[in-house]
């Protein structure tokens, strides 16, 4: 069925790009360990969706600072290099996390520290392995590549915060972390097989390299500079944030599961994990998406369904009522998970065609600096929408919260498309692409 499941080619054709596919998805289902630890460890100690809302702030401030500069690292450096460094510097945080579980600290601040640490060296990681992505892989296969990176990634979000939610309930925090520890080893396996990754130099009006500049806060200027005068391309971080700062329901999960819904950090599992089947469909039936054009137009069509999605699972928990732990609603969970099903399914969308925009319509030398300010929005984003979703809660409740949040998204990204009309008529086919 070529015409609905995903396209594979990019898996047969290249085995560096099909050991980077493999490797980042056995790490990203480590790495949903930790982050669904985190979050039910924050909530533990404090017993506030607040201070849950501050991890954001604890994980927005390095990326902002360190993800520009990393996409400039990118762009001036050995990218294999760039990536096995902050690789390394990852697993070593999170085996700090495991050690500190396994002794027993329990202090908020220690949590912080550490996922901040995490956050700055994934500011710079994960320019570099996107950029390395377009060098594996034909240009026309960048679609299908990109679907097949985000059919890892769903698979690892769909099970591995049920996994780590269970792994918390069970057998505690410390588990958690050092799972991810090991899992962690696939990804370092996979970028050190990577060949060299060289940028490419830019070129100069008669063809000629041009001189490297330093990196330093020139060359990020340049970056932004670039991407002032593509309007295309910064219309796909803007209509991201829409979504993410006003619509993103994860810091809400604590307490819905604790108290609107009930099952507790269970239901925190199959509710984050809803989002991430949502996406994992998308991607195994993403077929047909490889042959649109029209990459503009259902990017807005995507996010606006991303929007009321929210807004119906805010209208589910608000008509639960209360709950608690030990009592769980379970026909509000399955309605609630599906909602986010068709959140995740819409976001999923949504993001292979704002990558491929990037990554095919940003020259090579430009290409780890955009792929620095994509992180700082597609992290980012979220970290901002929890603390400010999070504060939502604390005015209403949880439920008005995600509704308050949808109607927001969807009202602003069509006052931006409004604003740039021609983003809905990007048309690949007419696109320049700088893939060779």
């Known amino acids: 069925m070529p015409r609905i499941l995903v396209d594979t080619t990019p898996l047969r054709e290249s085995p560096e790009f099909m050991r980077l596919w493999w490797g980042l998805g056995v790490s990203n289902f480590g790495a949903q360990l930790t982050i669904m630890a985190v979050g039910l460890e924050v909530y533990d100690i404090t017993r506030s969706t607040f201070y849950v809302g501050l991890l954001g702030l604890f994980t927005l401030i390095p990326l902002v600072v360190l993800g520009l500069y990393g996409g400039a690292l990118v762009d001036h450096y050995d990218r294999r290099k760039v990536s096995l460094i902050t690789s390394t510097a990852l697993w070593l945080t999170t085996l700090t996390l495991a050690a500190q579980a396994w002794a027993g600290v329990r202090n908020v601040w220690v949590l912080y520290a550490l996922v901040a640490i995490q956050s700055a060296c994934f500011a710079v990681n994960n320019p570099a392995r996107q950029a390395i992505i377009p060098k594996l892989v034909r240009p026309e296969l960048m679609p299908a590549a990109n679907s097949l990176m985000g059919l890892t990634g769903n698979l690892a979000f769909s099970v591995g915060p049920l996994v780590g939610a269970l792994l918390v309930q069970f057998v505690g925090y410390a588990p958690a972390y050092t799972i991810d520890a090991f899992l962690y080893l696939a990804a370092l396996f996979a970028v050190f097989k990577l060949p060299s990754m060289r940028p490419e130099p830019q070129l100069d009006a008669d063809g000629n390299p041009m001189q490297r500049k330093r990196v330093g806060l020139r060359s990020v200027l340049d970056g932004l500079a670039y991407l002032k005068t593509q309007s295309d391309v910064r219309m796909t971080f803007l209509v991201d944030l829409c979504a993410m700062v006003f619509a993103s329901p994860k810091v809400l999960l604590p307490a819905i599961g604790m108290i609107a819904l009930g099952g507790g950090s269970t239901t925190v599992g199959i509710l984050t994990a809803g989002v991430a089947v949502g996406g994992l469909l998308a991607s195994a039936f993403s077929g047909g998406l490889t042959s649109i054009t029209k990459q503009g137009r259902v990017i807005a069509f995507a996010i606006t369904a991303w929007g009321l999605s929210i807004v119906a699972f805010g209208v589910i928990v608000v008509s639960a009522g209360t709950s608690s732990p030990e009592n769980p609603q379970w026909n509000y969970i399955v309605l609630a998970a599906l909602a986010l099903v068709f959140a995740g399914?819409?976001?999923?969308?949504?993001?292979?065609f704002r990558q491929t925009i990037l990554q095919t319509a940003t020259p090579d030398h430009m290409r780890g600096r955009l792929q620095g300010v994509f992180i700082?929005?597609?992290?980012?984003?979220?970290?901002?929408?929890?603390?400010?979703?999070?504060?939502?809660?604390?005015?209403?409740?949880?439920?008005?919260?995600?509704?308050?949040?949808?109607?927001?998204?969807?009202?602003?990204?069509?006052?931006?498309?409004?604003?740039?009309?021609?983003?809905?008529n990007y048309d690949s086919r007419l696109a320049v692409s700088y893939l060779k």
Do not use: K, Y
């Not at 399914?345 to 292979?352: E, G, I, K, L, R």
């Not at 209403?396 to 509704?403: F, L, M, R, S, Y």
């Not at 006052?415 to 740039?420: E, G, M, P, S, Y």
């Open 345 to 352: 399914a819409s976001d999923q969308v949504s993001a292979v």
């Open 376 to 424: 700082v929005v597609v992290a980012g984003g979220p970290r901002l929408g929890e603390m400010w979703l999070g504060t939502e809660a604390t005015w209403w409740n949880e439920g008005i919260a995600a509704i308050v949040g949808g109607i927001t998204c969807i009202v602003a990204l069509w006052l931006l498309l409004a604003w740039q009309r021609n983003f809905l």
